[in-house]
């Protein structure tokens, strides 16, 4: 498995943490990004559809790591990112860091989900139970997952 | 000479096509082949701002200049995660 993917296939959180898993790194973090029940205008959701450029989307996730290594000192980091369609509780994105200590861990992982946000060609679809569909953007500096 | 051009996400929808072929004179640039497919779809005018154009691969600028061959693809803002 690559470090870095974006694939039709079902995520394994476990199996893309093992990418990074080794002697040389005590802090391990993994966020996982989940498809939500409700938007965040508080309609309810029926699922989600994502689009990828995927070789530019995986040239952008090697370079979000090497900015996170530059930044965070040495990690080893691993991202996956789900295309096609997505049911509610589905999960959409994987980003597993694994650094020496604990807070260089949690803050590559931080900077690099949202680098992918911000940069990633990666895109949503957002369908509704009302029966509507709406492509959604990231907002740049946003916090939400 | 003759590009391809890759839409995506929302602009795929509004130009009702994922890739065509697009022929534009010699030194065209990026800008240029925008404003070939604006002229032919309305929806799409305003959105050249917030529209990243990458060309082979590389995000670009709008006055790149063109070769024969090459392949455009056009990026809406991001929406993943």
Known sequence: MNRYAVSAQALDAAAIEALVRDDAHGGMVTFAGIVRARADDGRAVRGLSYEAQAE??????????????????DCSIAIHHRTGDLAIGETAVVVAVAC??????FDACRFAIDALKERAPIWKRESYVDGTAEWRENACGESHA | MRVSVVAFARLRELLGFSQRSLVLPEAASVDDAWSAIAAEAPAIRELRGSTRIACNGAVVDGVRRLRDGDELSLLPPAGGG
């Open chain 1, 56 to 73: 530019m989307a995986v040239a952008e996730f090697e370079a979000i790591a090497r900015e996170a290594s530059e930044r965070f000192g």
């Open chain 1, 100 to 105: 020496a200590h604990r807070g260089a861990a």
